[in-house]
């Protein structure tokens, strides 16, 4: 990437950003939350996109009762996420019969 490139690429990034934001959301409701993954990755989302997709993979594993897939994802959002969400969430599968 030559520099010249790399200064248009950071002058135009906060405008470029939202560009992929609908593919995400599509991506989301057709329940294929990797590729959403690999895309936020490939257009280098920071750190609270990627977060909020890992958070979203790991709610749709939940509600699917895949409760050990669900944890894998609830981890790559510490930082991002509040414990309490993630607690909350497992106390109460945890009260269901």
């Known amino acids: 990437m030559t520099s010249h490139h790399h200064l248009i690429t950071q002058f135009l990034w906060p405008f470029y950003l939202p560009l992929y934001l609908p593919q995400l959301d599509t991506l989301f409701k057709r329940s294929l939350h990797k590729l959403a993954l690999d895309l936020a990755t490939a257009q280098q989302a920071d750190a609270?996109?990627?977060?909020?997709?890992?958070?979203?993979w790991g709610d749709h594993l939940y509600g699917k009762g895949e409760y050990d897939a669900a944890m894998g994802q609830y981890l790559d959002t510490i930082g991002h996420l509040e414990p309490s969400y993630v607690i909350r969430r497992y106390i109460a599968a945890a009260s269901c019969p």
């Open 48 to 56: 609270g996109t990627v977060a909020g997709i890992h958070q979203r």
